[in-house]
């Protein structure tokens, strides 16, 4: 007799859940990680610094329960949730979001480098242990780079065990190279393939050249497979379907960082502007299967454990 279980036993077992009720501990769906996504609600009293009341896809509540009715059905049973917001206390607001939400399985949050408070929040949200890391700009890892304080800051970072995201053009996989070698222990993500104009073509050599070097620079560096419908700029969701149109991009990537180095995000709800969800999904996951069909569990699933250390419930 085949075990039914709770909605919440079956997330937190990395399992599917039909929106009918509960489901099957022998459910054959694939168990996909997604590691960006957004979550925020601009009806909140102090509103939203992001996004901006003139983006009439985006300035909505956007919570969790709309977004697992999307990616359950395909498989996915968990997701790392990136603050947007430079407000120190809307970290917090993730951490209570996904204290009572399961299928949050890590936060990754935004603390400036030039905040005097920076380790003072830092061990405070670094005391929870859904809180895996945080988001900084190109300009905010050159600045570590150029002022010890702030490299300092990194360090506390890394010797807190979190991540660091990078999110950018193609200078991120530069900036990450020059991290890693100052701090090797430090895992760092670049966001979203490094941000390339996606237009069916050769991607230019200067992103490249930035994508080979981020490639080199050793196992504590990933590539989010992210931003590929955003990469085309063409909203009102009429990025291309076809795989080949991403090929370019993604062939690099592949060469560069392979399957033990790149980690799946569907950049949710941004993406909407672009392509619906089935479409962001299936371009990833087709790539990866022709790529090397025996890669799919790493690319969308222990990747993203190793990366943000993190402990699906």
Same mark, same amino acid.
């Given at each position: 007799?085949?075990?039914?279980?709770?909605?919440?036993?079956?997330?937190?077992?990395?399992?599917?859940?039909?929106?009918?009720?509960?489901?099957?501990?022998?459910?054959?769906?694939?168990?996909?990680?997604?590691?960006?996504?957004?979550?925020?609600?601009?009806?909140?009293?102090?509103?939203?610094?992001?996004?901006?009341?003139?983006?009439?896809?985006?300035?909505?509540?956007?919570?969790?329960?709309?977004?697992?009715?999307?990616?359950?059905?395909?498989?996915?049973?968990?997701?790392?949730?990136?603050?947007?917001?430079?407000?120190?206390?809307?970290? +917090?607001?993730?951490?209570?979001?996904?204290?009572?939400?399961?299928?949050?399985?890590?936060?990754?949050?935004?603390?400036?480098?030039?905040?005097?408070?920076?380790?003072?929040?830092?061990?405070?949200?670094?005391?929870?242990?859904?809180?895996?890391?945080?988001?900084?700009?190109?300009?905010?890892?050159?600045?570590?780079?150029?002022?010890?304080?702030?490299?300092?800051?990194?360090?506390?970072?890394?010797?807190?065990?979190?991540?660091?995201?990078?999110?950018?053009?193609?200078?991120?996989?530069?900036?990450?190279?020059?991290?890693?070698?100052?701090?090797?222990?430090?895992?760092?993500?670049?966001?979203?393939?490094?941000?390339?104009?996606?237009?069916?073509?050769?991607?230019?050599?200067?992103?490249?050249?930035?994508?080979?070097?981020?490639? %080199?620079?050793?196992?504590?560096?990933?590539?989010?497979?992210?931003?590929?419908?955003?990469?085309?700029?063409?909203?009102?969701?009429?990025?291309?379907?076809?795989?080949?149109?991403?090929?370019?991009?993604?062939?690099?990537?592949? %060469?560069?960082?392979?399957?033990?180095?790149?980690?799946?995000?569907?950049?949710?709800?941004?993406?909407?502007?672009?392509?619906?969800?089935?479409?962001?999904?299936?371009?990833?996951?087709?790539?990866? +299967?022709?790529?090397?069909?025996?890669?799919?569990?790493?690319?969308?699933?222990?990747?993203?454990?190793?990366?943000? +250390?993190?402990?699906?419930?």
């Amino acid at each position: 007799m085949v075990k039914l279980l709770t909605r919440r036993e079956a997330i937190a077992a990395g399992l599917t859940f039909a929106a009918s009720g509960p489901v099957s501990a022998a459910a054959d769906k694939p168990r996909i990680l997604d590691t960006h996504t957004h979550f925020y609600d601009p009806t909140r009293k102090q509103g939203v610094p992001w996004p901006g009341k003139y983006d009439s896809v985006l300035y909505r509540t956007v919570l969790p329960a709309e977004y697992r009715k999307l990616a359950e059905p395909h498989g996915i049973v968990g997701t790392v949730v990136v603050e947007a917001s430079p407000w120190v206390e809307d970290n +917090q607001w993730l951490l209570d979001l996904a204290r009572d939400e399961p299928f949050i399985v890590g936060v990754v949050g935004r603390l400036l480098p030039g905040d005097a408070e920076f380790a003072k929040h830092l061990a405070q949200f670094s005391r929870q242990s859904l809180f895996r890391g945080i988001r900084w700009n190109a300009v905010e890892a050159r600045t570590a780079l150029e002022d010890a304080k702030t490299l300092d800051r990194l360090k506390a970072l890394s010797d807190s065990g979190l991540s660091l995201d990078l999110n950018g053009g193609a200078e991120t996989f530069l900036l990450a190279a020059k991290l890693a070698e100052k701090l090797p222990a430090l895992r760092i993500v670049v966001d979203h393939v490094g941000n390339p104009l996606i237009d069916g073509k050769e991607p230019a050599p200067a992103w490249r050249e930035a994508v080979a070097t981020g490639g %080199k620079a050793g196992k504590n560096v990933w590539c989010k497979l992210s931003g590929l419908v955003d990469g085309t700029h063409l909203r009102e969701r009429k990025a291309p379907t076809e795989l080949a149109f991403y090929q370019p991009v993604l062939d690099a990537v592949w %060469k560069a960082f392979g399957a033990d180095r790149l980690v799946f995000g569907s950049n949710w709800p941004v993406s909407e502007h672009y392509a619906d969800f089935k479409t962001v999904l299936h371009l990833a996951t087709n790539f990866v +299967q022709e790529a090397d069909a025996t890669a799919f569990a790493k690319v969308f699933r222990e990747n993203a454990t190793t990366a943000y +250390q993190l402990k699906v419930r």
